[in-house]
């Protein structure tokens, strides 16, 4: 049986939204084809880094702080802050914070964020996360920096300039650099932690007039993975934050069927399979121990991608293959690697969102399977998540973000203004 769309489907929004959002995307997809190169600007905010695949330290003062404070900070809390310029933001008054949250071993970490809020925002009015699809292996690729100084390689993040309709409407918006400061691509549970601590840090300072606000997250594919582990994780890790609704599109709801697609042949895809190794590696080292494991042509390859973006990540990394980067040259077999996938997969976590969710998703969808999100869906409704599931015919998997996005973001809305989001749910 297939799942059905919620009573209550949410209306479509206004033609220009839609015609900047398909804009913006376009210019995304010229950007991942064309190899352009990063900047030098920053690396990992990690400190300590302690192993030959993370990256050295930013140098930036405000992506430090001293370990004591940090221990001692309660989560959320403002370390540091920066007022900044962001071309995509232009007019709009620009904030970045540094604040206190954790990673997946609940050691304390200094998690960064970018919040925008409109001159005409009400106090206590709407806040949304904002979770951007983050593919990286350098924290130069965190919206704090590429929305301060795009560069060749990391222009397509100015695709997130649709936010300014919702600016508009008066919303705050936050935009989490959601992989952490090891830059731990694609740890969905690290990243909801980040996400739901830049809320309560939105929250809790009273620059952003938000103690009474109600909170919207917003992710596709890789942001996908963080809004999905936010409506999963808000319940237990975070239920002092008033989260009204959460929109996940494009989410690879179960990444070892993503592992299992690429194999162990040759893939065009493989740039971001290799990233997303090192990524977990980062975030697991005492179970994940690529150094231990990189051939000759892996490291060479590490090399080649360490710090770069979407696009060097896929031209780069095109049409590799386990056997040329990994001795042993099975991935399946890398069972550290293999349940670092597993525990960051909705489809396979026994818990189900307390929170409303809008979840979408294209049938033709060629990178990221449409049936284990139909699956995940059909759970959801089993097990009574006030869930609207939206499929979609969008032909191409960027494409399938503009297709659904304006209900998405319609629906938030509703959520903002206290509508409740309904109970009915087909299967």
Known sequence: MAVGPRIGRAGSTTMRLGAAVIAAVAVLVAQVHSGTGPSAGAQSVMDDAGGSIMEPPQMAPFYHADADVLADAALGQVINTRDVSMPAFAGYRVTEIAYRSTDTADRPILATATVVRPHHAAVDGPVLSYQHYLNALGQGCAPTETLVNPTLETVQDNAMAFLR???????TVLIPDHLGPKVAYPGGQLSARIVLDGMRAVR????????????????????????????????????DV?????AQGGVPTDMTTMARMIGNHPHPAFGLAFAAAIGMAREYPDSIRLEDKLTPEGWGLYEQ???????????????????????GGDLMAEEGLMRAFADNSIRLSPDVPRVPVFMWHARTDPL?????????????CREGVDLT???????????????????????????????????????
């Open 165 to 171: 309709f919702q600016l508009d409407r008066g919303w």
């Open 204 to 239: 809790d300072d009273p620059r952003f007039e938000a103690a009474g606000s109600r909170f919207g997250a917003l992710g596709y594919s890789g942001g996908g993975i963080a809004s999905a582990w936010v409506s999963l994780m808000h319940d237990e890790y975070a239920p």
């Open 242 to 246: 008033n989260l009204v609704g959460v």
């Open 305 to 327: 991608l360490r710090g770069r973006c979407t696009a060097t990540l896929l031209t780069l990394g095109a049409f590799r293959s386990v056997p040329m980067v990994l001795a």
């Open 368 to 380: 990221v399977p449409f049936w284990d999100a139909e699956d995940t869906a059909r759970r959801y």
């Open 389 to 427: 599931w939206e499929p979609g015919l969008a032909p191409e998997h960027l494409m399938g973000a503009v297709e659904k996005l304006p209900a998405a973001l319609d629906w938030l809305q509703q959520r903002f203004d206290g509508v409740p989001a309904g109970t009915a749910c087909h299967v």
